[in-house]
């Protein structure tokens, strides 16, 4: 329960602010100038959409996902056997 219940939406929330401040406060731009002066190389320029929009939407539609699956499915603990249980 913890990991789907405490761990899961945090992580996404800090992950779509993360992308959104690279690749939109910070820019894109700058930072493939960045990745190029550490690697000497520059990336291709097709991460640079993939960071200002790809990410963006695929996260958040994964916190959407998350959000739609805690609502239909309760929270149960998986290890409980009802069947072994005494009275």
Same mark, same amino acid.
């Given at each position: 329960m913890f990991d789907d219940y405490s761990a899961t939406l945090p992580l996404i929330i800090v992950v779509i602010f993360e992308t959104f401040s690279v690749a939109w406060m910070y820019g894109a731009?700058?930072?493939?100038?960045?990745?190029?002066?550490?690697?000497?190389w520059r990336?291709?320029?097709v $991460? !640079?959409?993939?960071? =200002?929009f790809i990410c963006p939407l695929a996260m958040v539609g994964l916190l959407l996902a998350s959000l739609i699956n805690m609502?239909?499915?309760h929270p149960t $603990? !998986?290890?409980?056997? =009802?069947q072994k249980v005494r009275s």
């Open positions: 731009d700058r930072f493939m100038d960045d990745i190029e002066v550490m690697l000497q990336p291709p320029v $991460y !640079k959409y993939l960071w =200002q609502v239909l499915k $603990y !998986k290890s409980w056997n =009802q």
